[in-house]
């Protein structure tokens, strides 16, 4: 069985979803039965082999690729089933041009119901209603990573619920574990955790702004880099905070996850999160977690409910007395984990990939 996954960078890259196409590929490659090939863009054309996979890398001008369009319209036929990552890019309008067979294709959806800067949210309501829309309904398969992105689909493009797959997504929850004996706490300190992509919808700046309102006790980690990290180290000397917050960058895996054994609360209060995998990387190294109450975080929120606290609409105000409330308590007992595993992940989508497509043949 030949399997085709378009991916928005090299699985090998920074990024969520590059993050689930490297997890699930990897462990679905080590089964026989299935033959997996990565698509994705860069800055060259390429063909690379990664991990035993095969990988074409294509040229893209403003994230757009006609050299893949092309060849995805030559090779559809070779692929038992065509699974594309992605409702952000321009995914949607190339295999719109490309796909004649759509009776063999999954999404990966990754939806967010807003954009992330000011040129997606001013274009982002017209590239739903007319290309999102037209390849969502002619996909065959539509995996979410939550309940609350299945049901934000539902209500944004009216598709039919017979479609739709719930796959959460998963975290290495043994690797995670094994960095506990490297931690180094700070006894005689609260440290505060956030780790993840710097952009203004993900409210760090709520985050810095709240440790005005806290004692000199507690400091900030912020691990990671985005287009508002600028100004977020600009909020930091402005409020005169700079020897109590510190921004770490990109880390490594060994460097985040001891990072994240070190600390003792940790904060996501992002506005646009379908999943949230820092949220159960967190309670993996069993720290409590406190979360922005919409979308994702929520449903966390719900399934968690004795290691995260959520906040309606955050402020400094709220955000304080949230961490005030969780600086005892610096470690929790959660249960449910197993959920979340790579391997239970891959899993069920190499089922789907076996039962529900394979033996789907012909044009819809």
């Known amino acids: 069985m030949n399997i085709l996954v378009l991916s928005p960078k090299p699985p090998w890259a920074l990024g969520g979803v590059e993050r689930v196409v490297k997890e699930t590929t990897l462990r679905i490659a080590k089964t026989r039965e299935i033959n997996i090939e990565i698509w994705c863009k860069g800055s060259k054309n390429e063909i690379l082999f990664w991990n035993g996979i095969k990988v074409r890398v294509f040229k893209s001008f403003f994230g757009l690729s006609l050299t893949l369009i092309g060849e995805l319209k030559r090779a559809q036929k070779e692929f038992d089933v065509i699974h594309i990552h992605g409702t952000s890019n321009l995914y949607p309008l190339e295999v719109l041009m490309a796909i004649e067979n759509w009776s063999k294709v999954v999404v990966s959806s990754h939806y967010h119901p807003q954009g992330s800067t000011l040129l997606f949210r001013l274009t982002k309501p017209i590239y739903d209603k007319f290309i999102v829309s037209q390849y969502l309904n002619k996909a065959k398969k539509i995996i979410c990573v939550s309940n609350t992105e299945k049901n934000i689909l539902l209500d944004t493009f009216k598709l039919s619920r017979d479609k739709m797959r719930i796959i959460y997504n998963g975290v290495p929850i043994e690797k995670i574990k094994k ?18 992509r710097l952009e203004k919808y993900k409210n760090v700046h709520i985050l810095i702004k709240s440790l005005r309102y806290l004692p000199e006790s507690f400091i900030l980690t912020i691990v990671g880099d985005g287009s508002y990290k600028r100004e977020l180290e600009y909020l930091t000397k402005r409020i005169n905070l700079k020897n109590r917050v510190k921004f770490l960058g990109v880390l490594s895996e060994e460097e985040l996850y001891t990072t994240l054994h070190s600390c003792h609360i940790i904060v996501n209060l992002s506005n646009i999160e379908a999943f949230g995998l820092m949220v159960v990387e967190s309670l993996v190294a069993n720290k409590p977690v406190i979360v922005n109450n919409k979308l994702g975080l929520r449903e966390l929120a719900e399934y968690f409910t004795e290691s995260i606290v959520p906040i309606n609409e955050p402020t400094p105000e709220d955000v304080v007395r949230a961490i005030r409330m969780l600086s005892s308590k610096r470690k929790v007992k959660v249960r449910g984990l197993k959920n979340f595993k790579w391997e239970r992940i891959a899993k069920l989508y190499y089922v789907l990939y076996k039962s529900e497509l394979k033996r789907e043949g012909g044009a819809e």
């Open 179 to 196: 960095f506990r004996n490297k931690r180094k706490i700070l006894h005689d300190k609260v440290c505060i955790l956030y780790f993840g």
